[in-house]
Every structure is written in structure tokens, then in C-alpha cells.
T-cell receptor, first 115, second 109 residues
Framework: EPEVTQTPSHQVTQMGQEVILRCVPI?????FYWYRQILGQKVEFLVS????????KSEIFDDQFSVERPDGSNFTLKIRSTKLEDSAMYFCASTASGPTQETQYFGPGTRLLVL | DAKTTQPTSMDCAEGRAANLPCNHSTISGNEYVYWYRQIHSQGPQYIIH???NNETNEMASLIITEDRKSSTLILPHATLRDTAVYYCIVRGSQGNLIFGKGTKLSVKP
């Protein structure tokens, strides 16, 4: 069964460093999402991406964040200068088509720890 | 976007049916109800979704009231592996999922 994969599973970084989280969505999917979950809190939407551009973003997704699909398979989330409060689980999700009706399938997540 | 209300926690005996309720009284006519679950800190796992009619798949059944203001997720024979946080979600207008705190289901032997 096809699934969303994410690398790395764990990332430890120093405050102020740049990190890139990688996701490989399900192969025929067209819409991509990033969510995050701070320990003990709710899963929060960050950004959605379609046709090589951002469709929607939350207020969390500020100028420190960026997304791209560099090679037609990977979907990346970059945090330019990490802060302590960026420590969280980051989940990628994808859906085949039509953002409002198709089911989103999530990857296993990347645990980011900023020291 | 519609808001959902779920009990904070529930217990269920292994082998029995788990019935997880959800209120979504402000749901609009074209909004779907989705159920996901999250085991520990793993990625949310899709369970089932529906619009108006009751739905069933290999994991669960979804019962939606006629006025669509509430629904119930049914796990027919709960196992210890079904212990998780279950989220009832009404899809956001832009397609993003808006997670609440969910119901922590504990399946006990």
C-alpha cells in the first residue's frame, strides 16, 4: 500500500541553524501539506501546496518557513533560522486531488528538537 | 469552519464495541466529517469519512445523524492496538484539517 514517507525521523539542531525536512508524498498525489504538533498539543496546519505554489498557509507559517518541491518527488519544509519553540513533530500529508474532499494521508513525522 | 466537540477520554473493554461520539452542530451542507486517530506521536491515521449517509469500511463504521449535527465512530471489536487519540474533524474550507484535542480511547484487557 503506498504511503507518505518522511526523513529524517529525528533531527537535533542548534538554535539559529537552518533545517530541511523532507517528505515523499504518495506518487500520484497532487496536493501536499505540512502540519506540526508541539509536544502535548494539537496538530496544527502550517501550509498547503499545489502546482508548485502555496495554496494556503496559517499564521504560524511566517517568513522563517518555506516549502518547495525541488525534483517532482520530494516535498520539503525549510526552517531558515530555528527557534526553541520550533521543537515539534512535523507531519507531511498528501492527497490525490481536490483539497476539500479527498482524504489526506499522513507520513510518520519528523521529530525536531532545537537546542 | 465548523467546530467539533468530543469527550476528553473514554474506556472500552477489549473485544467490545467502542462508540466515540462527536458533535458538529455548525457543520454546513457540503462539509464532510472525517475521523483520524493518532497512536502515541505517530502520524495521524485516516479511519473513515462521510457526508450524509452512514459509512463502513474495514476499520470502522460512521453513523451520522439525519440533521448532521453529530456523528458516532464505531470500532466493532476493539483491541489493545486501538488505544489512541481519535479526532473528529470537519474539513476546513481550504482543505486543511483542523484538529481538536480528540478523545483518548483506552482499550483495557
Amino acid at each position: 500500500e503506498p504511503e507518505v514517507t518522511q526523513t529524517p525521523s529525528h533531527q537535533v539542531t542548534q538554535m539559529g541553524q537552518e533545517v530541511i525536512l523532507r517528505c515523499v508524498p504518495i506518487s500520484n498525489h497532487l496536493y501536499f501539506y505540512w502540519y506540526r504538533q508541539i509536544l502535548g498539543q494539537k496538530v496544527e496546519f502550517l501550509v498547503s501546496f499545489y502546482n508548485n505554489e502555496i495554496s494556503e498557509k496559517s499564521e504560524i507559517f511566517d517568513d522563517q518557513f518555506s516549502v518547495e518541491r525541488p525534483d517532482g518527488s520530494n516535498f520539503t519544509l525549510k526552517i531558515r533560522s530555528t527557534k526553541l519553540e520550533d521543537s515539534a513533530m512535523y507531519f507531511c500529508a498528501s492527497t490525490a486531488s481536490g483539497p476539500t474532499q479527498e482524504t489526506q494521508y499522513f507520513g510518520p513525522g519528523t521529530r525536531l528538537l532545537v537546542l | 469552519d465548523a467546530k467539533t466537540t468530543q469527550p476528553t477520554s473514554m474506556d472500552c473493554a477489549e473485544g467490545r464495541a467502542a462508540n466515540l461520539p462527536c458533535n458538529h452542530s455548525t457543520i454546513s451542507g457540503n462539509e464532510y466529517v472525517y475521523w483520524y486517530r493518532q497512536i502515541h506521536s505517530q502520524g495521524p491515521q485516516y479511519i473513515i469519512h462521510g457526508l450524509k449517509n452512514n459509512e463502513t469500511n474495514e476499520m470502522a463504521s460512521l453513523i451520522i445523524t439525519e440533521d448532521r449535527k453529530s456523528s458516532t465512530l464505531i470500532l466493532p471489536h476493539a483491541t489493545l492496538r486501538d488505544t489512541a487519540v481519535y479526532y473528529c474533524i470537519v474539513r476546513g474550507s481550504q482543505g486543511n484539517l483542523i484538529f481538536g484535542k480528540g478523545t483518548k480511547l483506552s482499550v483495557k484487557p
